[in-house]
């Protein structure tokens, strides 16, 4: 087999149907995370972004995007943002990982999204997590209908918040691909206020994470179209979301909220809203992302399963990298898969962003 390499943002148009049509070809690959317009967008604002094309008797068979330091460290495309990484190929290949690394300039390639099918990477693997998805059936009846009938425990409560949200703010109606990029940059300053208000790193604190959205939401194609969401009251947006969807796959990304109107429990509002619509444009599955959140138990129909790990070669880099990055992610996740060890390090974040935004604003 061979492998040739090009700047995601620079594929022919030949490489990047043959992509589509791969995806086309397997269900785990219909995610848009692992379409080239997102690692093409990645490209645009992040130095290093590369495609590894698998060629077998001259016709393009597989797809790695990735990124690579000037040390030979790889990462999977936009490592940290994408819920969803692969190297997206044909039924019946496979690779040796060696050498795909060898061919790619790699030491190491980390992931933590992987697709659980990647079995040539399968000994690099240190970690299977669950990663929530909804299936979307959605018929003929209303949104209030379908709401019963799909979650007949949150229903009540849901429609009871909605409608008192009406009569406090104004008429409530959601408008499921919102064109207006202001509404986009109320989105992420809610977002940036909520990273910092729980302690989490601000994403939208790094220039290139709000350009690369500023750029996704413009894109419009097949299998990879920006869709910002919006529960309005009245003309006042309640509650957004951003993330990408292809024909048949919606990733659920960016969602936040006026931080005045939780009571109302906008977040969950919206999840509802965006499922039903999505349903009804055709999309099948709504994938929720890595990690444990109340609202994925209460909305999910099944989990997939995704890998953390390292595939490696031999290399002095490749090792000092693993006794780095190792323990580090071990430790995130010893604390996150026990309740008795998460809860208290979540309160301390929320803590230690309060402090945080009460002295910004004290300044």
Same mark, same amino acid.
């Given at each position: 087999?061979?492998?040739?390499?090009?700047?995601?943002?620079?594929?022919?148009?030949?490489?990047?149907?043959?992509?589509?049509?791969?995806?086309?070809?397997?269900?785990?690959?219909?995610?848009?995370?692992?379409? $080239?317009?997102?690692?093409?967008?990645?490209?645009?604002?992040?130095?290093?972004?590369? *495609?590894? *094309?698998?060629?077998?008797?001259?016709?393009?068979?597989?797809?790695?995007?990735?990124?690579?330091?000037?040390?030979?460290?790889?990462?999977?495309?936009?490592?940290?943002?994408?819920?969803?990484?692969?190297?997206?190929?044909?039924?019946? *290949?496979?690779?040796?990982?060696?050498?795909?690394?060898?061919?790619?300039?790699?030491?190491?390639?980390?992931?933590?999204?992987?697709?659980?099918?990647?079995? $040539?990477?399968?000994?690099?693997?240190?970690?299977?997590?669950?990663?929530?998805?909804?299936?979307?059936?959605?018929?003929?009846?209303?949104?209030?209908?379908?709401?019963?009938?799909?979650? $007949?425990?949150?229903?009540?409560?849901?429609?009871?918040?909605?409608?008192?949200?009406?009569?406090?703010?104004?008429?409530?109606?959601?408008?499921?691909?919102?064109?207006?990029?202001?509404?986009?940059?109320?989105?992420?300053?809610?977002?940036?206020?909520?990273?910092?208000?729980?302690?989490?790193?601000?994403?939208?604190?790094?220039?290139?994470?709000?350009?690369?959205?500023?750029?996704?939401?413009?894109?419009?194609?097949?299998?990879?179209?920006?869709?910002?969401?919006?529960?309005?009251?009245?003309?006042?947006?309640?509650?957004?979301?951003?993330?990408?969807?292809?024909?048949?796959?919606?990733?659920?990304?960016?969602?936040?909220?006026?931080?005045?109107?939780?009571?109302?429990?906008?977040?969950?509002?919206?999840?509802?809203?965006?499922?039903?619509?999505?349903?009804?444009?055709?999309?099948?599955?709504?994938?929720?992302?890595?990690?444990?959140?109340?609202?994925?138990?209460?909305?999910?129909?099944?989990?997939?399963?995704?890998?953390?790990?390292?595939?490696?070669?031999?290399?002095?880099?490749?090792?000092?990298?693993?006794?780095?990055?190792?323990?580090?992610?071990?430790?995130?996740?010893?604390?996150?898969?026990? $309740?008795?060890?998460?809860?208290?390090?979540?309160?301390?974040?929320?803590?230690?962003?309060?402090?945080?935004?009460?002295?910004?604003?004290?300044?």
């Amino acid at each position: 087999m061979d492998l040739s390499l090009h700047g995601p943002d620079e594929l022919s148009a030949a490489l990047r149907q043959a992509w589509h049509r791969t995806m086309d070809m397997s269900p785990q690959y219909a995610n848009p995370f692992l379409a $080239p317009e997102f690692a093409a967008g990645v490209a645009r604002h992040r130095r290093g972004a590369r *495609v590894a *094309v698998l060629h077998e008797s001259g016709e393009p068979v597989g797809f790695l995007p990735f990124e690579r330091n000037a040390l030979g460290v790889g990462r999977a495309i936009g490592l940290g943002l994408s819920d969803c990484q692969a190297l997206v190929h044909r039924p019946g *290949v496979t690779w040796d990982t060696r050498d795909l690394l060898r061919g790619c300039g790699l030491s190491v390639f980390e992931f933590d999204h992987l697709v659980e099918e990647q079995q $040539p990477f399968a000994a690099s693997v240190t970690g299977t997590f669950a990663s929530p998805v909804l299936d979307l059936k959605v018929g003929e009846e209303s949104y209030p209908e379908w709401l019963r009938g799909a979650y $007949p425990g949150l229903a009540k409560t849901t429609l009871k918040k909605e409608r008192r949200l009406g009569r406090d703010l104004g008429e409530v109606r959601f408008v499921y691909d919102e064109r207006d990029p202001a509404v986009l940059r109320t989105l992420m300053r809610w977002k940036s206020a909520q990273y910092r208000r729980t302690g989490r790193m601000d994403r939208f604190a790094k220039p290139w994470i709000v350009d690369l959205v500023d750029d996704l939401f413009q894109v419009r194609e097949e299998h990879f179209t920006g869709v910002l969401s919006v529960v309005y009251a009245g003309d006042r947006p309640v509650a957004a979301h951003f993330g990408p969807t292809s024909s048949t796959v919606f990733a659920a990304w960016f969602t936040a909220y006026d931080p005045e109107l939780g009571y109302y429990s906008p977040g969950l509002m919206m999840h509802l809203r965006m499922a039903e619509s999505a349903g009804r444009d055709g999309v099948r599955v709504m994938d929720m992302g890595r990690g444990e959140k109340e609202y994925k138990d209460w909305l999910k129909t099944r989990d997939l399963r995704v890998g953390e790990g390292f595939a490696t070669r031999t290399h002095p880099v490749a090792t000092a990298h693993r006794m780095w990055r190792r323990p580090v992610r071990g430790l995130r996740n010893t604390v996150l898969a026990h $309740p008795a060890l998460r809860d208290p390090a979540d309160r301390l974040l929320k803590t230690v962003g309060t402090l945080r935004t009460s002295r910004r604003g004290s300044c």
